[in-house]
């Protein structure tokens, strides 16, 4: 059944937009201007958003206290170069940065980094396949406090297809499903199939004007709840031909597609950090510190935080390497990202049954926060295609490829 969403989309954005002082994207002076800003806004703002987290975990619950606060921070315009407004995290050489913008906002609540995540790779692509006109527009438009996502996971039986009209415009048909932040997000860029199998075509639905009929029953989760991951039916809508961004497939084209794992093990890593974070204060409040197997369990997943980070810069290094996006260097691109979601997932599994033993039966009672961080990152780290992920990386190794292999950039290439 389709339901209505409780804040309208246009309300949200006028939350947003009146809370970064910045209604008619004109100023923005408080914005964060360079990557190191960017990256001191995010770390300041996680303890804010973890105070928020609770309140806003229930089902068909989101946090729009939060996002007016990464607006008013600045932070929904940081993939944007700063001629454009933003802090240059569209940047490849600014990938460290970026992931560390988004492991600070996952340790403050996972179910806004995830909304966070779709909203920054929703300005990548627009930035990478939209028109000149089209990126201004949309520039202007984050600047100004909307929401922007990516919905591209649909039942098959019931997928998003476009139909031409004899006026140039389209209608559209079908339902998307874990569409996160529906009914909130004014900007989704979303995939649907052309018509006569011309292929998958990238769009921008402007869902404050025109806005999907949302199913909320689809969305009764472990966690994660307050993403308002719901199905999202299209069915009737209409778009210009202006609201199409790039050629057919483009959104599929590697690296960018598989590649992006790397923002999402980002987050899940700062949802690890927070369960850090949280068992060292349990046990430091009850006395607990002196424990020789509290201290060893403390020391391994120390360890593996740390080792976690290592793969984050490592992805980042991997990614803003000259000749990362040409068909070699791609494949290279993500085989490295697919090794390091799979290690990140491995991580934050580790650190949940660490962390378990260390606060116990106690610990994981509410008020505690143990009990959403755990729901919320298990359910998180189900990811797409994990096993094929896996198994692309030994494909590539069997194949005697080298992660460090990458031609020659031709000369003046900036990427
Ligand atoms: C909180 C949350 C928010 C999300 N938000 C969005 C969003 O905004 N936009 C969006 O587009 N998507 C979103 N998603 C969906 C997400 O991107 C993935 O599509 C989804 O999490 C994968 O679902 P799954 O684990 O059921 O996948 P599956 O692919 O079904 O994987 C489950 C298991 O089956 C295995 N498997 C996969 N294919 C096969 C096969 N053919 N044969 C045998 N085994 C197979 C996998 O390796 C895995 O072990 C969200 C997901 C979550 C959890």
């Given at each position: 059944m389709a339901i209505r969403p409780l804040i309208t989309p246009v309300a949200f954005a006028a939350t947003v937009a009146a809370a970064a002082g910045s209604a008619n994207g004109s100023t923005y002076p408080a914005f964060p201007a360079t990557p190191a800003g960017a990256e001191a806004a995010a770390a300041r703002l996680a303890p804010r958003l973890f105070e928020q987290a609770a309140a806003a975990?229930?089902?068909?619950?989101?946090p729009t206290e939060s996002f007016a606060d990464l607006a008013a921070a600045g932070l929904l315009a940081v993939a944007l170069p700063a001629a454009l407004g933003?802090?240059?995290?569209?940047?490849?050489?600014a990938t460290l940065p970026l992931l560390r913008v988004l492991q600070s906002i996952g340790r403050g609540n996972l179910a806004v980094g995830r909304v966070y995540e779709g909203h920054l790779n929703a300005l990548l692509l627009i930035q990478q396949l939209g028109s000149p006109a089209q990126v201004a527009r949309y520039a202007a438009e984050a600047r100004a406090g909307h929401l922007f996502g990516v919905w591209n996971t649909e039942d098959p039986a019931e997928g998003v297809h476009l139909e031409t009209l004899p006026n140039g415009r389209y209608r559209l048909r079908g339902a998307k499903t874990f569409a996160s932040g529906a009914g909130h997000l004014t900007r989704p860029l979303i995939t649907g199939a052309l018509p006569e199998g011309r292929g998958w075509q990238l769009f921008v639905l402007p869902a404050d004007a025109r806005p999907p009929a949302l199913d909320r029953s689809f969305w009764q989760p472990l966690?994660?709840?307050?993403?308002?991951s719901f199905r999202a039916d299209l069915i009737g809508l209409e778009l210009a031909a202006d609201d199409l961004i790039g050629p057919p497939n483009a959104y599929y084209q590697q690296p960018a597609f598989s590649g992006g794992a790397i923002r999402f093990a980002a987050v899940q890593l700062g949802g690890a950090e927070a369960v850090f974070e949280e068992t060292r204060n349990f046990l430091r409040g009850l006395g607990r510190t002196d424990d020789p197997y509290q201290r060893q369990r403390l020391g391994e997943m120390a360890l593996r935080l740390e080792s976690g980070r290592q793969w984050v810069r490592g992805a980042a290094e991997h990614a803003a390497r000259?000749?990362?996006?040409?068909p070699t260097g791609a494949e290279a691109t993500v085989a490295y990202a697919n090794m390091m979601r799979t290690a990140i997932e491995s991580i934050c599994l580790n650190l949940l049954r660490l962390a378990e033993r260390c606060v116990g039966a106690r610990g994981l009672?509410?008020?505690?926060?143990f009990e959403r961080l755990h729901r919320d990152l298990t359910h998180y780290l189900?990811?797409?295609?994990p096993d094929a992920a896996l198994a692309d990386v030994g494909r590539f190794v069997l194949e005697g490829k080298d992660f460090a292999d990458l031609p020659s950039p031709p000369t003046g290439a900036n990427q």
């Open positions: 975990d229930v089902e068909g619950g989101f933003g802090a240059g995290l569209d940047a490849p050489a966690g994660m709840r307050a993403t308002a000259p000749g990362a996006t040409t009672l509410r008020p505690q926060p189900r990811q797409p295609a």
